[in-house]
DNA sequence: CGTCGGCTTGATTGTGCTCAACCCGGGTGG
DNA sequence: CCACCCGGGTTGAGCACAATCAAGCCGACG
């Protein structure tokens, strides 16, 4: 178990670093002091799957921190990534049994768990928890529907352009919205989960950001750190709307 | 309008077709005497526009009758279908004042309609409503992320085979679960919008059927009604896990 | 009867998949 | 310490599936 995790496990809810944005978030201190006695804190390695699709799930919870993959898998093995779980998202379903999708930590994950009936319970019973909660699903129902569009419609490169927008804006996004220029980040998923989560193959991949170094869009160092000279180029090759793309 | 809506327009909540199953389900006398002061009718043509994206949507409801289209479009006209609403499924977004997406209506669509303040402040005061649209809500998502699977990993021939799947379970769960042989049903959107909803073209779409009618896994009565004479055939040509696909 | 929209079918092209070889860096064991 | 291996990544050659471009069909409707 990570450092990290030691540290929360130790901590209240009142110093979480998803206080304000996870499904706690309008809590007042009543209930802050509910949910506070029902949590703990758990960690799974990269790669580990923390639940298994069809499986019975006792628990629902949080991302503290981490991030954990949400996917789909075929008989034959093709497999699709249909969420990507970031800090304060919610994890579980109130209402169902059993899980309908795999969630797999692609980083050291750690989640703020509760066991499921008395969070149902408290659910019935907070306003508070429920908007938040209700708040969070539709944000997510958008967030799948814009990808619907990607993957059905745009091209490879398209794709790839689209997700480093994406990382690259989130990034940013912790850093205050720096200068729109030089933004740097790191990939927190391999060539493999970005083909899964994109809905091609790792070689399309792997080809597609070699093509968009060769011409200069982006540049490497290792495989894993991105530097985007121009940002405005590289959101030229997503085939969004060069405007509309900014609010989102 | 038609003959429908002008009787729907007459009528209360207590007779509504969708009474049990839309965002008003679970409420109680109470509740549904103010929904039904509430609410109005409203009747759309096929093809009409309900909401464009990028409106400022006034209005939130549930689809009484007919099919409606949840769409995006890209600069270039490329466009993807991210839903279908069917009777009962809610349409607009409590918390959002701008609309994230078209609905069109594919068919002749009637909703019943409520000024979105009200209902906004009624979904705050009312358990049984929100309870109601947040399970909704999941539902969707789990829709939404079902389909992803579909539009990222699916070939031309699973895509068609699957939404054929999806119509005919629907129009038989109607019916009441007839013998799983000799489905039948009625198409109830045009080519472009399946390949819209496939996010393939209408060529392929075209093309995919008549392959399937070709090889006796279907029949058709002129462009729109399909009978099955072996759904277990059909369901082969998903990709789907054959058993699994059962409890969708 | 002619037109128009929705649909089908054909010919050709091209994007992304498949299969395969190879590279590179890190960890392990002799 | 070096040799080896292994996993993740890159690159190449050929192919297949679906897109594109184009022509023609069919039924509805003026």
């Known amino acids: 178990m990570s450092v990290q995790a030691n540290l929360l496990a130790e901590s209240s809810c009142e110093s979480c670093p998803i206080r304000y944005r996870a ?20 960690t799974y390695a990269p790669g580990q799957t923390i639940v298994w699709a069809g499986d019975k799930v006792q628990f629902v919870g ?30 579980g379903r109130p209402g169902r049994d059993y899980a309908p999708f795999d969630v797999v930590a692609a980083n050291e994950v750690t989640l703020c768990k509760f066991a499921k009936a008395p969070f149902e319970e408290l659910l ?14 539709l944000d997510e129902l958008d967030a799948a529907r814009e990808w619907m569009l990607l993957l059905g419609r745009k091209t490879a490169r398209e794709k790839i352009a689209s997700l480093l927008t994406i990382l690259a804006r989130r990034d940013a996004h912790l850093r205050l919205a720096s200068a729109s220029s030089n933004v740097r980040f790191d990939l927190p ?3 493999e989960a970005m083909a899964d989560y994109l809905g091609v ?18 540049e490497l160092e290792g495989k894993r750190h991105v530097t985007v000279p121009d940002f405005a180029r590289l959101m030229n090759e997503t085939g969004d709307d060069s405007d509309g793309g900014m609010l989102t």
């Not at 809590?27 to 002091?33: F, G, K, P, T, V």
């Not at 981490?66 to 919610?90: C, I, K, N, W, Y």
């Not at 019935?124 to 699903?137: C, V």
Request: proline share 1%; net charge neutral.
């Open 124 to 137: 019935g019973r907070s306003a508070s928890i429920s908007s938040r909660l209700l708040e969070m699903t």
């Open 23 to 42: 499904v706690c978030a309008r809590c007042e201190e009543d209930e802050l002091a509910l949910l506070d006695q029902m949590k703990s804190y758990k």
């Open 201 to 218: 193959t790792l070689e399309t991949v792997s080809r597609q950001i070699s093509a968009l170094k060769r011409e200069g869009i982006i």
């Open 62 to 91: 949080s991302v503290v921190t981490g991030v954990a993959a949400l996917s789909q898998t075929m008989e034959d093995g093709r497999r699709q990534m249909v969420g990507l779980l970031l800090p304060s998202d919610f994890v």
């Open 189 to 191: 998923l391999s060539r």
